[in-house]
């Protein structure tokens, strides 16, 4: 089975910078589109940004210019970098990846999450 666990998420002061990453892990065969996507507590989930498999990307105009996402394609990993950190960037951040892997086929996964908590 297919697995995405997202890491790095942790409490911050505001103007700080955390890395999270995304690990995939299983029968994985190749990872078309990387997403992270983030959920503040009584808000939906909301994009934040997507890579491609040909490296284009995209960007919540809320986060353009601070937040950078990158993607290993060999270990099956992304990466969101998180600069000049807001308090409104408080959430739990989840990736997802569209992929094809062993046995399922082209399908989507989502991670289960990682806590960021910037403080003012």
């Known amino acids: 089975q297919v697995r995405l666990v997202e890491y790095g998420g942790e409490m911050v002061e505001a103007g700080e910078s955390l890395r999270l990453s995304c690990v995939g892990s299983?029968?994985?065969?190749?990872?078309?589109?990387w997403g992270w996507y983030r959920q503040a507590p009584g808000n939906q989930r909301e994009l934040v940004a997507t890579i491609t498999s040909g490296g284009s990307t995209d960007y919540a105009h809320s986060v353009k210019d601070r937040f950078t996402v990158t993607r290993e394609n060999a270990n099956y990993t992304s990466y969101l970098q998180l600069n000049n950190l807001k308090p409104e960037d408080t959430g739990r951040y989840f990736c997802?990846?569209?992929?094809?892997?062993?046995?399922?086929?082209?399908?989507?996964?989502w991670g289960r999450g990682t806590l960021v908590t910037v403080s003012s």
């Open positions: 299983g029968m994985i065969l190749s990872i078309d589109r």
């Open positions: 997802n990846a569209n992929l094809w892997s062993q046995g399922q086929g082209y399908h989507e996964v």
